[in-house]
């Protein structure tokens, strides 16, 4: 069973940064791609970047050169650091991942951003 649990989240103001980390357990941390979403309320659950095994990045348009990826699987965490934050960025973050053929969430972590 994989667990997951984000945490990082909270209120800042527009312009400022936040990093966000996904612990993962139960699972061969190192063979596994993670992912990060969000969800605002009132609207679908959104893709913003995943990171392979092997470090490969790839970004949502909405965050590409404000956020950045990365994993330390010594720690079985992934991190997404987020920099020039805008009020829509307020959301729920989840990380994601998938294994033999289950998809598995975290709770989410608050993102608040004033204007």
């Known amino acids: 069973q994989v667990q997951l649990v984000e945490s990082g989240g909270g209120l800042v103001q527009a312009g400022g940064s936040l990093r966000l980390s996904c612990v993962a357990s139960g699972s061969n941390f190192n063979a596994d791609f993670m992912r990060w979403y969000r969800q605002a309320p009132g609207k679908e659950r959104e893709f913003l970047a995943t990171i392979t095994s092997g470090g490969s990045t790839n970004y949502a348009d909405s965050v590409r050169g404000r956020s950045i990826i990365s994993r330390d699987n010594a720690k079985n965490t992934v991190y997404l650091q987020m920099n020039s934050l805008k009020p829509e960025d307020t959301a729920v973050y989840y990380c994601?991942?998938?294994?033999?053929?289950?998809?598995?969430w975290g709770q989410g972590t608050q993102v608040t951003v004033s204007s």
């Open positions: 994601q991942t998938r294994k033999n053929s289950v998809n598995y």
